[in-house]
């Protein structure tokens, strides 16, 4: 609804959309034809100032051209009195020269007359010279002049013919705005006669065939993977909505919307609200899996909360709203459009989740890995450290078995000095019996060689 304040009376007043758009076609009408007036006046004045100041611009011009030649007529007086001035001195030097003639200088007597006949000739060609100018100057001034009146004329005719084109124009307006008006009017009464023929169904259905008519003008290019047909299946509660709109991106819907469209006669005698089908539309979207709700509805035409446009009413209902049906189109694509947005925000962050999953599991990999390494690294390095233990123990053994096997070469070779100091004598120090067998033995040995 559009509010209007009337200029004499102050009393403001509202009006819907189309008186609104009416209105404005009539005012731009008449500012248009009264600045197409305001425009022809004011090309009128410009054309009048142009013819003043063309004249005045004639008449300085001419008067220049006119006080110039006065100026040029009275160069030349001034100049036909210097050859009459000059022409006297001739006389006076022929008078003088006649009366050197006299005393027989015949020949600068002749001299001196062809030059007065040259002063007169000269003073002749400077008469006719004069009189051309002058007469040239007029001719100038009277074609200049001629020439700034067919200008004038030809302004005068543009004049004339701008003048009969605005009129034209103003006619041919005139004329297109009355056979609007005329069209209009029989729009009207076709729409009247239309509605009185209606019964209560066929308003509903001509309501669902204009938005369905709507939506597949700009079905391929505006909702090219969207579902939008009639809601056919009947729920368990016996109920089912009017149209279902479903849209997907790559396979996966995004949006889905039930809508309900809501009409009525006129001459209706009981006249329903819009939110008389609020319960009924939202058990609706939530039996179809639907997530908003969206009421198309031509009742309470005269309630300005909903002629003011999109009304969200979630308030009552989740993810509800009531339009008029010039706002079908308009509300399909903003909740499309939001949804989209939203997808794509959420494949975003599914992206940064997974990059942030990697990053973890990349982290958790390295942790294991350390730890394993670590492990590893402990183990390794124990038994390193006890088989550097086992082999000090080791050493020490050898080192043991060394001064073993060096205190038994000690004893060997003490022994083996033992044994290179053994003799019989010493063997027999004490056992002379045996003295005396071995002295016995020697003796046979000794006496067989």
Same mark, same amino acid.
């Given at each position: 609804?559009?509010?209007?304040?009337?200029?004499?009376?102050?009393?403001?007043?509202?009006?819907?959309?189309?008186?609104?758009?009416?209105?404005?076609?009539?005012?731009?009408?008449?500012?248009?034809?009264?600045?197409?007036?305001?425009?022809?006046?004011?090309?009128?004045?410009?054309?009048?100032?142009?013819?003043?100041?063309?004249?005045?611009?004639?008449?300085?011009?001419?008067?220049?051209?006119?006080?110039?030649?006065?100026?040029?007529?009275?160069?030349?007086?001034?100049?036909?009195?210097?050859?009459?001035?000059?022409?006297?001195?001739?006389? %006076?030097?022929? $008078? @003088?020269?006649? =009366?050197? *003639?006299?005393? #027989? +200088?015949?020949? !600068?007597? &002749?001299?001196?007359? /062809?030059?007065?006949?040259?002063?007169?000739?000269?003073?002749?060609?400077?008469? %006719?010279?004069? $009189? @051309?100018?002058? =007469?040239? *100057?007029?001719? #100038? +001034?009277?074609? !200049?002049? &001629?020439?700034?009146? /067919?200008?004038?004329?030809?302004?005068?005719?543009?004049?004339?013919?701008?003048?009969?084109?605005?009129? @034209?124009?103003?006619?041919?307006?005139?004329?297109?705005?009355?056979?609007?008006?005329?069209?209009?009017?029989?729009?009207?009464?076709?729409?009247?006669?239309?509605?009185?023929?209606?019964?209560?169904?066929?308003?509903?259905?001509?309501?669902?065939?204009?938005?369905?008519?709507?939506?597949?003008?700009?079905?391929?290019?505006?909702?090219?993977?969207?579902?939008?047909?009639?809601?056919?299946?009947?729920?368990?509660?016996?109920?089912?909505?009017?149209?279902?709109?479903?849209?997907?991106?790559?396979?996966?819907?995004?949006?889905?919307?039930?809508?309900?469209?809501?009409?009525?006669?006129?001459?209706?005698?009981?006249?329903?609200?819009?939110?008389?089908?609020?319960?009924?539309?939202?058990?609706?979207?939530?039996?179809?899996?639907?997530?908003?709700?969206?009421?198309?509805?031509?009742?309470?035409?005269?309630?300005?909360?909903?002629?003011?446009?999109?009304?969200?009413?979630?308030?009552?209902?989740?993810?509800?709203?009531?339009?008029?049906?010039?706002?079908?189109?308009?509300?399909?694509?903003?909740?499309?459009?939001?949804?989209?947005?939203?997808?794509?925000?959420?494949?975003?962050?599914?992206?940064?989740?997974?990059?942030?999953?990697?990053?973890?599991?990349?982290?958790?990999?390295?942790?294991?890995?350390?730890?394993?390494?670590?492990?590893?690294?402990?183990?390794?390095?124990?038994?390193?450290?006890?088989?550097?233990?086992?082999?000090?123990?080791?050493?020490?053994?050898?080192?043991?078995?060394?001064?073993?096997?060096?205190?038994?070469?000690?004893?060997?070779?003490?022994?083996?000095?033992?044994?290179?100091?053994?003799?019989?004598?010493?063997?027999?120090?004490?056992?002379?019996?045996?003295?005396?067998?071995?002295?016995?033995?020697?003796?046979?040995?000794?006496?067989?060689?």
């Amino acid at each position: 609804m559009h509010e209007i304040k009337c200029p004499k009376c102050g009393e403001i007043f509202q009006v819907d959309e189309s008186g609104y758009a009416e209105l404005l076609g009539q005012v731009r009408n008449e500012a248009f034809e009264e600045e197409l007036h305001r425009r022809a006046k004011d090309l009128e004045a410009r054309n009048e100032d142009k013819l003043k100041l063309a004249k005045s611009e004639q008449e300085k011009a001419f008067a220049q051209t006119i006080s110039g030649k006065d100026k040029q007529i009275s160069d030349k007086e001034l100049e036909i009195q210097e050859l009459k001035n000059q022409l006297a001195m001739s006389d %006076s030097e022929k $008078k @003088l020269a006649v =009366t050197e *003639a006299l005393h #027989g +200088k015949d020949e !600068e007597l &002749a001299g001196k007359e /062809a030059e007065i006949q040259k002063l007169k000739s000269q003073l002749v060609m400077n008469d %006719s010279e004069k $009189k @051309l100018a002058v =007469t040239e *100057a007029i001719h #100038g +001034k009277d074609k !200049e002049l &001629a020439d700034k009146e /067919a200008e004038i004329i030809k302004l005068k005719s543009q004049l004339v013919n701008q003048k009969n084109e605005s009129e @034209l124009k103003e006619k041919s307006i005139e004329e297109a705005y009355k056979n609007q008006l005329k069209f209009k009017d029989e729009q009207i009464e076709q729409y009247k006669e239309f509605k009185a023929r209606q019964s209560t169904k066929m308003v509903g259905e001509s309501l669902e065939q204009h938005c369905q008519n709507q939506f597949n003008a700009i079905r391929m290019s505006a909702f090219p993977n969207a579902y939008f047909d009639k809601d056919n299946e009947v729920s368990a509660s016996g109920s089912k909505g009017d149209f279902i709109f479903r849209d997907f991106d790559d396979g996966i819907e995004f949006i889905s919307i039930m809508f309900e469209m809501k009409n009525e006669m006129e001459t209706t005698a009981t006249k329903h609200k819009n939110e008389d089908f609020f319960k009924e539309l939202d058990k609706d979207r939530r039996e179809k899996g639907c997530e908003y709700a969206v009421l198309v509805s031509l009742l309470e035409s005269d309630n300005e909360l909903y002629n003011n446009g999109i009304v969200d009413v979630s308030y009552k209902y989740p993810k509800m709203y009531v339009i008029r049906p010039q706002f079908f189109i308009p509300m399909i694509t903003l909740l499309r459009n939001a949804a989209y947005n939203s997808t794509m925000y959420q494949k975003e962050l599914a992206i940064v989740k997974n990059q942030q999953l990697d990053l973890y599991n990349f982290e958790s990999n390295m942790q294991e890995f350390k730890d394993a390494f670590g492990k590893n690294y402990r183990l390794a390095s124990e038994k390193f450290q006890k088989a550097i233990e086992e082999i000090d123990k080791t050493i020490a053994t050898l080192e043991k078995v060394k001064k073993d096997l060096q205190s038994s070469e000690n004893n060997l070779r003490l022994a083996n000095n033992k044994a290179e100091d053994l003799s019989v004598k010493r063997l027999t120090k004490n056992a002379p019996s045996v003295k005396q067998m071995l002295d016995d033995i020697r003796k046979e040995q000794e006496a067989e060689e």
